[in-house]
Nanobody, 125 residues
């Protein structure tokens, strides 16, 4: 069984920074990509950022480009999301997810196999 655990959420003022961390673990588990999604109250869960390990491709949603950075360690199945210049619109529950096969879309949530429980990020104005 694979477990995905996020940490690092919290409350921050607009313009501030937070760093989210995520670790996926399980017997013989290997991730081929990991990503972050977020869901605000009353909205759909949306893509934020992802990394594909095979070529270290990173991809970001337009709304976070230039402010968020995804990084990680393939061997450890860990990924982090550095969030700078946070805005109230970034407030949401942030979810980490992992893919256990290659060649899939990084932005479609249905293409991820394992999900964490989520961590709350609240940005005050």
């Amino acid at each position: 069984q694979v477990q995905v655990v996020e940490s690092g959420g919290g409350l921050v003022q607009a313009g501030g920074s937070l760093r989210l961390s995520c670790a996926a673990s399980g017997r013989s588990f290997r991730s081929y990509a990991m990503g972050w999604f977020r869901q605000a109250p009353g909205k759909e869960r949306e893509f934020v950022a992802a990394v594909r390990w095979s070529d270290i491709t990173t991809i970001y949603a337009d709304s976070v480009k230039g402010r968020f950075t995804i990084s990680g360690d393939n061997a450890k199945n860990t990924v982090a999301l550095q969030m700078n210049s946070l805005e109230p619109e970034d407030s949401a529950v942030y979810y980490c997810a992992a893919q256990n096969w290659y060649g899939r879309s990084l932005v479609e949530r249905s293409r991820y196999d394992y999900w964490g429980q989520g961590t709350q990020v609240t940005v005050s104005s």
